[in-house]
């Protein structure tokens, strides 16, 4: 089975700093690369992908992700947050090798306003 | 344009009960998924269906099983619900192949066993 690491399982940040989520996956094949949010009470919604081409991918709500394959990581990346930014991350890999989506356990963001 | 449904939103189930929880897609994906979500683990792999006709074990497959009714219709069956399967329970769809898509989420089954 495949692993992705997310370090940071709980970051509380105050409205305007900058936000870095880190993920780490095992796979050294060809992969995709997800990020999801889940707001309290809800389900999962993709703020950005990576299948190829650019390694630096930009999302909804001004987010952006970078892949950096020699790192088999795809961190996430916000310059300035904000009180809604509130919720849980996941980062998420899969690759036509497997058709399966692997987790990571998630990150939960706290924004102070 | 709805996405993947699942029902029940909620259930509450006792020890030993069996129930089915159903789940729909209307964007012709070929792949299906099951998974749980718990706390501080992220989601985990139930079953999961490549195409139509086929389904496999994920990660955490005990106590669980699956039909794949038609390209359509996902079920996730428990035949005799314990307290550790208090989960939420989220379904997906995807396209993997020739197109590949990112996996979209239905809102969730929030099961309780007591």
């Known amino acids: 089975a495949q692993s992705v690491s997310q370090h940071n399982h709980h970051v509380i940040l105050s409205e305007a700093a900058s936000l870095e989520l880190g993920c780490n996956y095992s796979?050294?094949?060809?992969?995709?690369l997800f990020w999801y949010v889940q707001y309290p009470g809800q389900h999962l919604q993709l703020l950005l992908k990576?299948?190829?081409?650019?390694?630096l991918v930009k999302g909804i709500k001004g987010f952006e992700a970078e892949f950096i394959k020699s790192k088999f990581s795809f961190n996430l990346r916000k310059p300035s947050v904000q009180w809604s930014d509130t919720a849980e991350y996941f980062c998420?890999?899969?690759?036509?090798?497997?058709?399966?989506?692997?987790f990571g356990s998630g990150t939960k963001l706290n924004v102070k306003p | 344009n709805a996405g993947v449904t699942q029902t029940p939103k909620f259930q509450v189930l006792k020890t030993g009960q069996s129930m089915t929880l159903q789940c729909a897609q209307d964007?012709?994906?070929?792949?299906m998924y099951w998974y749980r979500q718990d706390p501080g683990m992220g989601l985990r792999l139930i079953y999961y269906?490549?195409?139509?006709?086929?389904?496999d074990k994920g990660e955490v497959p005990n106590g669980y099983n699956v039909s794949r009714l038609n390209k359509r219709e996902f079920s996730l069956r428990l035949e005799s619900a314990a307290p550790s399967q208090t989960s939420v329970y989220f379904c997906?769809?995807?396209?993997?192949?020739?197109?590949?898509?990112?996996?979209?989420f239905g809102q969730g089954t929030r099961l309780t066993v007591v």
């Open positions: 997906a769809s995807s396209e993997q192949g020739r197109v590949n898509t990112e996996a979209f």
């Open positions: 990576y299948f190829s081409g650019d390694p």
């Open positions: 269906s490549a195409s139509e006709g086929t389904t």
């Open positions: 796979y050294g094949g060809t992969v995709n």
């Open positions: 998420a890999v899969n690759s036509y090798n497997f058709n399966k989506f692997y």
């Open positions: 964007m012709n994906h070929n792949s």
